[in-house]
């Protein structure tokens, strides 16, 4: 699912902005992306607190396909998401803190 609406997201990029939504997001620049998925993850966790199921699960979508965007528009592949998930399975939480690089490491990590 998420992979299928990653492939539309991409397919957006260059197009009319009057004719998708995504494609003035991507006009809009990434600071107004992020401060779209900022806004929609205040509203899931208002949902998740207030405990309407139904809302919780609408302002999740559009956490998720916000979120996507702003991966996209970083050139971030949903893959190594994955690949960082798949990497914890198996592992508690406790433990996965404890083994994370400190603050700042990941991006020496990338250079
Ligand atoms: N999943 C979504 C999706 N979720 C939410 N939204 C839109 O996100 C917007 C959020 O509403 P807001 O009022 O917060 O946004 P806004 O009107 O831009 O307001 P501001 O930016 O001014 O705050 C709404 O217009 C929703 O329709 C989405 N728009 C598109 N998709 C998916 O992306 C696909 C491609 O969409 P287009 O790019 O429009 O073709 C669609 O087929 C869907 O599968």
Known sequence: MLDALHRVILSRRGADPDQSHTARLFARGRAKIAQKVGEEAVET???GIRGDKAK???ESADLLYHLLVLWADADLEPARV???L????GTSGIEEKKNRKPKG???E???
């Open 82 to 84: 994955y690949a960082i």
């Open 56 to 58: 919780l699960a609408e």
């Open 105 to 107: 490491k990941a991006e």
């Open 86 to 89: 798949d990497g914890r399975r």
């Open 45 to 47: 966790v208002i949902e």
């Open 109 to 111: 990590a990338d250079a």
